[in-house]
């Protein structure tokens, strides 16, 4: 799968614009803040509707205008497909594929699949369990549409059962209805559970061999789904908690605590773990997830990487870059310097500056 151009209006900081790219390898550089990564989460847009930074529609469209126009022409199967979204300031977007409008945003995933490589990434084993929860479930939400509807109406449920429960310290006859609420929460819960932890499954399958590679062979590395609470359990437990729900006004247990470990020779590297190790895992997982992409869709998603160049060793860049291969690959960087010493091979060169972009001949 390709993209062959992008078409912009009143985003971010462009006005209009226009980009070809290349089926290899694009590179988009210049100074800061001119409007490289603007263009990867345009085209991230364009694949999943949303900001890879979660930004909403009205921060996304210029500041002095009230809409802006995303188009993408991408070439999947040798069919091309137009994409076009209109994002406004004060309502929700429109999407039409091929001139067709389509009514849900889930009606459009799926058509192009990319993986999103940024610098905040390689913290993922770091940080908190809320950024591993997110990377599954933006690739989950990407790969699989049931996923996505039952994780929406997870969220929906747990933020209403929450409001409900702040309800019924004021109206504890109100209480009566949590049950209600609870076998929802456990149907459509039991189902992110089963996904998170097949996906978990797929990513080890995967992930094992990417990093034994890039530690030099000295490395283990095994990815455990943590879930809060299991399938088995979870109605009993929400009953038991029902009374400390309703004293803290909050939902406690569910998927929406989950966590996944990243166990490297037996020793949980979250806690445990160098800096250095965290970085390579972290990169194990984001190669993987492009292996995992190409296993379910049986074809190639398009590789944004936003900056990661410079954040790794010449090494790890050269294991990066050569296990790209076939795939689309839209790099940003500051400068070119460091694709010098890289004697991989580069297709077309973009400069960006204050919103302006001209291509290197
Ligand atoms: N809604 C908006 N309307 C107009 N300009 C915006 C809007 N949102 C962000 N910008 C501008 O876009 C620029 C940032 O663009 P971007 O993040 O793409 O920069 P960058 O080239 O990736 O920089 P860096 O190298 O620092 O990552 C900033 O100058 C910012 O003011
Ligand atoms: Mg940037």
Known sequence: MIIKSLELADFRNYETINISFDKGTNILYGDNAQGKTNILEAIYVSATTKSHKGSKDKEIVNFNKEEAHIRTYLEKEDVEYRVDMHLRKN????IAIDGQKIKKAADLLGLLNVVFFSPEDLAIIKNGPSERRRFADMELCQLDNFYLYNLNHYNKIINQRNKLLKDISFNPGL????????????????KIIERRNLFTEQLCEIIGNIHNKLSGGKEEL??????????????????????????YKMTQSGPHRDDFSFIVNGIDIRKFGSQGQQRTAALS??????ELVKKMTKDTPVLLLDDVLSELDSSRQNYLLNSIGEIQT????????????????????????????????
């Open 91 to 94: 309502k929700s977007k429109g």
């Open 175 to 190: 209480k009566e209805t949590l049950n209600i609420w609870d076998s929802q929460l456990i149907s459509f819960g039991s």
């Open 222 to 247: 095994i990815v455990k789904y943590e879930p809060d609470v299991s399938i088995e359990e979870f109605e009993n437990k929400m009953r038991e908690n029902q009374e400390k729900d309703i004293r």
């Open 285 to 290: 997982l984001k190669l993987s997830e492009i």
């Open 330 to 361: 839209i790099i940003t960087c500051t400068g070119l310097d460091e694709f010098v010493n890289n004697r991989f091979e580069i297709n077309r060169i973009f400069k960006v500056s204050n919103g302006v972009i001209s291509m290197n001949e």
